[in-house]
């Protein structure tokens, strides 16, 4: 190939050599993060009301499908954890989702105001008014660091496994381990009860989360692309 994007924090150039030609253009890291413009649109003003952090709207957004129903297991921990009374949560799930059923039941049963919606097709709104997302390491990790969300990552693939490694070792991102390990709930309240006293964990994460990413990733790919054209 003449050009190599791989978006993801933790890979390096090197990661490559001897599995491309030399004359390969490679771009590297999530500064090449391929986002939709309303994410960079929305960066100042979510990053702005994050300047005084607290816990009172969480987001939780596992797949569209989840498949494995971990929606229902982050809700259930969280009725374990110590979130503010005022609390609001928001759930996103897909339509096809087997859980949906399931999710919406236990919304109802939660202590605090909990809605779910369908396909929801403004995430990155819904992204910037919350103070906290729960979600997987997967593609949306440099849509929650545009917006500077902090961030609570489950790791629910095995291709999730470095981005939340290295997410977590930067302090971009609390990873709360694998989707598989039982101990996850716990780890989840410890968490939850962690930023609920101390708000500005949340702050120390928005500080390293939005230097990742910073909305102009396609552009960036898109000046590479073109320079090859013209070459």
């Known amino acids: 190939c003449d050009l190599l994007l791989d978006q993801n924090l933790g890979r390096i150039s090197g990661d490559y050599d001897r599995l491309v030609p030399p004359a390969c253009q490679r771009i590297i890291g999530p500064s090449y993060a391929l986002l939709r413009p309303e994410f960079g649109n929305l960066r100042k003003r979510s990053l702005a009301r994050r300047k005084q952090p607290s816990l009172r709207r969480l987001l939780v957004s596992l797949g569209g499908v989840d ?32 859980a949906l059923a399931a999710v919406l ?24 008014e919350c103070d906290l997302a729960i979600g997987a ?16 990552m ?10 939340a490694s290295a997410m977590d070792l930067i302090g971009a991102a609390h990873t709360l381990g694998d989707a598989q390990n039982s101990s996850f709930d716990q780890a989840l309240v410890e968490t939850i009860d962690a ?13 390293k989360a939005h230097l990742l990413v910073d909305g102009e990733g396609a552009q960036r790919v898109s000046r590479a692309m073109m320079s090859l054209t013209q070459d």
């Open 195 to 207: 930023f609920s006293s101390i708000p500005d964990l949340l702050h120390a994460m928005t500080e």
């Open 137 to 152: 390491a997967g593609s949306t990790t440099w849509e929650r660091c545009c917006l500077g969300v902090p961030s609570l």
């Open 154 to 163: 489950i790791v629910a693939a095995d291709n999730q496994r470095g981005i």
């Open 67 to 98: 498949k494995d129903n971990l929606t229902s297991r982050v809700l259930r921990a969280l009725r374990a954890s110590k979130l503010p009374p005022d609390c609001s949560i928001t759930v996103v799930m897909g339509a096809n989702a087997p």
């Open 105 to 128: 039941q236990l919304a109802r049963e939660m202590p605090w105001a909990t809605t779910v919606l369908v396909d929801a097709e403004n995430m990155a709104d819904l992204m910037t």
